[in-house]
T-cell receptor, first 114, second 112 residues
Framework: EAQVTQNPRYLITVTGKKLTVTCSQNMNHEYMSWYRQDPGLGLRQIYYSMNVEVTDKGDVPEGYKVSRKEKRNFPLILESPSPNQTSLYFC?????????????FGSGTRLTVV | DQQVKQNSPSLSVQEGRISILNCDYTNSMFDYFLWYKKYPAEGPTFLISISSIKDKNEDGRFTVFLNKSAKHLSLHIVPSQPGDSAVYFCAARLNTGNQFYFGTGTSLTVIP
């Protein structure tokens, strides 16, 4: 089944403890992206990648890192999580860019930082 | 500052009638627009998109209209079905890279 898989689905952690949210897609998509969803703010793009080793900042990159060493994987790294990073996170991928090509989203990771 | 705005947090429509969801944007550098549908506990699902050089795109029951002079787009669902009940997000891509901006969503309820 074509899909974007994120792990874990739920995570509670403490301030300052490094964590990684994994994202993997099995569709050979070039483009991948991370978003966070917060009440009243919609989805905001954190980072995106246009191919292996090509990443760039989205709208809200502060406090996050990403890497794209292989086409299928795009992990999101929080080196020192803080409570304001408590949010619902989505990974997404797309074959191409342009009208007609939407992103396929994962099911989300709900992160709580205490 | 929200570059893509959905000013109606919710909308209720009778089954069989038309649902119209609206979206406004501020940046003239967006080159295409998308609509996504989201059910609880799932990720958004891509519905339909439109290039900035077009004014209408249709796919089955879903039609998106773009009014560039007003910086406004709308999604029409005809006829509305109970399974259409979900949160709908509009999104736009900046033509200078691969940055996407999303609205805050409109929760549609289709009443049987």
């Amino acid at each position: 089944e074509a899909q974007v898989t994120q792990n874990p689905r739920y995570l509670i952690t403490v301030t300052g403890k490094k964590l990684t949210v994994t994202c993997s897609q099995n569709m050979n998509h070039e483009y991948m992206s991370w978003y966070r969803q917060d009440p009243g703010l919609g989805l905001r793009q954190i980072y995106y990648s246009m191919n292996v080793e090509v990443t760039d900042k989205g709208d809200v990159p502060e406090g996050y890192k990403v890497s794209r060493k292989e086409k299928r994987n795009f992990p999101l790294i929080l080196e020192s999580p803080s409570p304001n990073q408590t949010s619902l996170y989505f990974c997404a991928s797309s074959l191409r860019q342009g009208a007609g090509y939407g992103y396929t989203f994962g099911s989300g990771t709900r992160l709580t930082v205490v | 500052d929200q570059q893509v705005k959905q000013n109606s947090p919710s909308l209720s429509v009778q089954e069989g009638r038309i649902s119209i969801l609206n979206c406004d944007y501020t940046n003239s550098m967006f080159d295409y627009f998308l609509w996504y549908k989201k059910y609880p506990a799932e990720g958004p699902t891509f519905l339909i998109s439109i290039s900035s050089i077009k004014d209408k795109n249709e796919d089955g029951r879903f039609t998106v209209f773009l009014n560039k002079s007003a910086k406004h787009l709308s999604l029409h669902i005809v006829p509305s079905q109970p399974g259409d009940s979900a949160v709908y997000f509009c999104a736009a891509r900046l033509n200078t890279g691969n940055q996407f901006y999303f609205g805050t969503g409109t929760s549609l309820t289709v009443i049987p």
